[in-house]
Antibody, heavy 121, light 107 residues
Framework: EIQLQESGPGLVKPSQSLSLTCSVT?????????WSWIRKFPGNKMEWMGY???????NYNPSLKIRISITRDTSKNQFFLQLNSVTTEDTATYYC??????????????WGQGVMVTVSS | NTVMTQSPTSMFISVGDRVTMNCKAS??????VDWYQQKTGQSPKLLIY???NRYTGVPDRFTGSGSGTDFTLTISNMQAEDLAVYYC?????????FGGGTKLELK
């Protein structure tokens, strides 16, 4: 069974960097698919942040492009989110998810349980 | 960015109701739309992909339809377990964008 699990600090100070880990079990992230970060703000708004492909290439939401970095450690089957210069507006629940291409359709079929991150001094 | 506008933002429903919610794209996205269900305290779950294809294991009371700019998710016989927030997502244009959600609540 494929499982994704986010981990990282629940509290980050403004202007610092937010760093999260997504640990994947049941599937090797270099074997296929793209591996994404998505966040849900208080009040229900959701935002796709970016992904790292199975080959290691990345694609970021342009609204975050100067602040975001998604990397991976293939030996640990993990991928990471780093978001720099955070403000209180980055307070959200952060999810990692697998992005699948099925014929001509795309979808997020496996999700982590989410980790809540608060940006506050 | 492609804006996905969902309506209504909330609905008060009864078990057994037929429920219809809408998602309107700010530009033509073809059939490149998914629908997700998120229950309180859980991560989102895929219901519909490619506008009208039911994902594996999703009950057939969930139906997606539409193309271009207008999309609909219908629950034909509402069950208590369907209480959740429902989101549409377009993946035709980068960045992929979600609608604001439709929350189903009991009357």
């Amino acid at each position: 069974e494929i499982q994704l699990q986010e981990s990282g600090p629940g509290l980050v100070k403004p202007s610092q960097s937010l760093s999260l880990t997504c640990s994947v079990t049941g599937y090797t992230i270099t074997s296929g698919y793209d591996w994404s970060w998505i966040r849900k703000f208080p009040g229900n708004k959701m935002e796709w942040m970016g992904y790292i492909s199975n080959s290691g290439s990345t694609n970021y939401n342009p609204s975050l492009k100067i602040r975001i970095s998604i990397t991976r450690d293939t030996s640990k089957n993990q991928f990471f989110l780093q978001l720099n210069s955070v403000t209180t507006e980055d307070t959200a629940t952060y999810y990692c998810a697998r992005y699948t291409l099925y014929y001509s359709s795309y979808y997020f079929d496996y999700w982590g349980q989410g980790v809540m991150v608060t940006v506050s001094s | 960015n492609t804006v996905m506008t969902q309506s209504p933002t909330s609905m008060f429903i009864s078990v057994g109701d037929r429920v219809t919610m809408n998602c309107k794209a700010s530009q033509n996205v073809g059939t490149n739309v998914d629908w997700y269900q998120q229950k309180t305290g859980q991560s989102p779950k895929l219901l519909i992909y490619g506008a009208s294809n039911r994902y594996t294991g999703v009950p057939d009371r969930f139906t997606g339809s539409g193309s271009g700019t207008d999309f609909t998710l219908t629950i034909s016989n509402m069950q208590a377990e369907d209480l959740a927030v429902y989101y549409c997502l377009q993946y035709n244009y980068n960045p992929w964008t979600f609608g604001g959600g439709t929350k189903l609540e009991l009357k």
